[in-house]
């Protein structure tokens, strides 16, 4: 598949150690490529493995099946937003290649482009940094964990947000539950507010 090459959007990352930063990152094409429970055991566990080495809490988040919703806190004045998504990303594709060339080979070169002649990649995310917004306010903050776990209720996925799994709204509401191994470790939001 030949695909003319996009634009390539920019975004600044201000890495401030005290703000909150609300990420969004969309799958290739925005195809619904998060709709199958391994996929998205597989997307958690690069983001726990990442959120640890790169210094990061995860505060709240969403899969939808075409994007990801992520709020983070930096824990170090080293921790960078684009070494982040990069560690995230990177090694979830590597893994999710293989788990569709065992699984669904026909998924598997839909995703396979032409990126220069001569050269064939895979692609499972949109190119980009996609969207970065700091948040320095507890209002904010809020906001965003509720538009966060509404999300799927809104785009008529479910009816009320404890029924989407993919998301960290059963560790605000129901924490006595137990955690699913399926779901990012979430610290939350009373760690950082």
């Known amino acids: 598949m030949l695909l003319p090459v996009?634009?390539?959007?920019r975004v600044r990352h201000f890495n401030e150690l005290g703000h909150c930063?609300?990420?969004t990152?969309?799958?290739?094409?925005r195809f619904p490529l998060l709709t199958h429970p391994p996929v998205c055991s597989l997307l958690s566990q690069s983001i726990d493995r990442v959120l640890v080495q790169q210094r990061f809490w995860l505060i709240?988040?969403?899969y939808m099946p075409e994007h990801?919703?992520?709020?983070v806190f930096p824990v170090t004045s080293t921790a960078r937003i684009e070494r982040l998504l990069f560690a995230i990303k990177r090694p979830f594709?590597?893994?999710?290649k293989q788990y569709l060339e065992q699984n669904n080979?026909?998924?598997l070169q839909q995703l396979i482009v032409q990126e220069r002649p001569g050269k064939m990649v895979f692609r499972f995310w949109q190119e980009g940094p996609g969207y970065d917004r700091n948040l320095t306010s507890r209002e904010g903050v809020?906001?965003?964990?509720d538009y966060v776990h509404n999300n799927p209720v809104r785009r008529g996925l479910s009816v009320t947000p404890d029924q989407w799994k993919w998301s960290s709204w059963k560790h605000y509401h129901q924490p006595f539950e137990c955690r699913d191994q399926e779901l990012p470790v979430v610290h939350g939001v009373h760690d950082i507010l």
């Open 6 to 9: 996009p634009h390539r959007k």
């Open 21 to 23: 930063h609300e990420l």
């Open 25 to 29: 990152f969309s799958c290739f094409h």
């Open 60 to 62: 709240a988040f969403v």
């Open 68 to 71: 990801v919703h992520l709020l």
């Open 93 to 96: 594709s590597y893994r999710v």
């Open 105 to 107: 080979p026909s998924l």
């Open 142 to 145: 809020l906001s965003v964990i």
